[in-house]
Nanobody, 114 residues
Framework: QVQLVESGGGLVQPGGSLRLSCAAS????????MKWVRQAPGKGLERVCSIASDGSNTYYADSVKGRFTILRDNAKNTLWLQMNGLKPEDTAVYYC???????RGQGTQVTVSS
């Protein structure tokens, strides 16, 4: 079954950290550029960051640059998002997806609040 499954979301205080994971199955993960996108309440999807299929290049939205890191391990078919210095405006449902948007997970909720 072709799928992406996110985990690791939760409630965290401002300034805290979370590490999201995305487990891929059913397709050749290492052949695809991947991204994390998020959707805050009442807003559209926002691309947070992306990574090339071999991990050689990354992109970060200005809003998360310097705080978030996207990582992947093709041998483990896993994508991660390390989030540090979290802010209330980072509150959203976070999805991992293929960079072409054809496949997306079910999402994991991240809430940043004191």
């Amino acid at each position: 079954q072709v799928q992406l499954v996110e985990s690791g979301g939760g409630l965290v205080q401002p300034g805290g950290s979370l590490r999201l994971s995305c487990a891929a199955s059913g397709f050749t993960f290492g052949s695809y550029s991947m991204k994390w996108v998020r959707q805050a309440p009442g807003k559209g999807l926002e691309r947070v960051c992306s990574i090339a299929s071999d991990g050689s290049n990354t992109y970060y939205a200005d809003s998360v640059k310097g705080r978030f890191t996207i990582l992947r391990d093709n041998a483990k078919n896993t994508l991660w998002l390390q989030m540090n210095g979290l802010k209330p405006e980072d509150t959203a449902v976070y999805y991992c997806a293929t960079n072409d948007g054809r496949l997306r997970g079910q999402g994991t909720q991240v809430t940043v609040s004191s």
